[in-house]
T-cell receptor, first 114, second 117 residues
Framework: GDSVTQMEGPVTLSEEAFLTINCTYT??????LFWYVQYPGEGLQLLLK?????DKGSNKGFEATYRKETTSFHLEKGSVQVSDSAVYFC?????????????FGAGTRLAVHP | EPEVTQTPSHQVTQMGQEVILRCVPI?????FYWYRQILGQKVEFLVS????????KSEIFDDQFSVERPDGSNFTLKIRSTKLEDSAMYFC???????????????FGPGTRLLVL
């Protein structure tokens, strides 16, 4: 079945460091791909998405490119801030079953220190 | 900005008791979902709901679970007889479109943390 694999956390960085969180997927066909973020005490918020191969999603300085060849959707940010501390979830929209359901990775906790 | 809301934020119950988790999806959305996250594990799909019926459900969603849209605004998840392993964070989500392949964004609520003792 469809699945998403994320790098394990926690990831600890200093402010202004470069961030990469790896995400690879296994799926039938070409699903849409998402990054969701969960700030402490809050729900899951969409960070960015890409709906077809080679699309780049971007938001708030974060970027991820849908790579069909490597079945990847790595999240990057050039300069992280303390306010980026959160849990990041990679997800795909499964094409199985006819209806939209999200398959999530395990989540990666990011801690950014001043 | 419209948002999905969930109540209660926390619930503690005894094993074998019934619980009802409530959600108010975004008002013009047509597709509704429940997911759960057991502590330290992945967020898992439970069920999707459209046009007053279940459109898809996972293996987790057995006969102990049911969903309902009792009026025009609420969407509920009922667990008839809770087990210890039902302890988890339960997220409600909604989207305007819900067909596979559409790339539609699902909007999530803040979750209900359920603890079964």
């Amino acid at each position: 079945g469809d699945s998403v694999t994320q790098m394990e956390g926690p990831v600890t960085l200093s402010e202004e460091a470069f961030l990469t969180i790896n995400c690879t997927y296994t799926a039938t066909g070409y699903p849409s791909l998402f990054w969701y973020v969960q700030y402490p005490g809050e729900g899951l918020q969409l960070l960015l998405k890409a709906t077809k191969a080679d699309d780049k999603g971007s938001n708030k300085g974060f970027e991820a490119t849908y790579r069909k060849e490597t079945t990847s959707f790595h999240l990057e940010k050039g300069s992280v801030q303390v306010s980026d501390s959160a849990v990041y979830f990679c997800a795909l929209s499964s094409l199985a079953g006819g209806y939209n359901k999200l398959i999530f990775g395990a989540g990666t906790r990011l801690a950014v220190h001043p | 900005e419209p948002e999905v809301t969930q109540t209660p934020s926390h619930q503690v119950t005894q094993m074998g008791q019934e619980v009802i988790l409530r959600c108010v999806p975004i008002s013009n959305h047509l597709y509704f979902y429940w997911y759960r996250q057991i502590l330290g594990q992945k967020v898992e799909f439970l069920v999707s709901f459209y046009n007053n019926e279940i459109s898809e459900k996972s293996e987790i969603f057995d006969d102990q679970f049911s969903v309902e849209r009792p009026d025009g605004s609420n969407f509920t998840l009922k667990i008839r007889s809770t087990k210890l392993e039902d302890s988890a964070m339960y997220f409600c989500a909604s989207s305007y479109n819900g067909l596979a392949g559409g790339g539609e964004t699902q909007y999530f609520g803040p979750g209900t943390r359920l603890l079964v003792l």
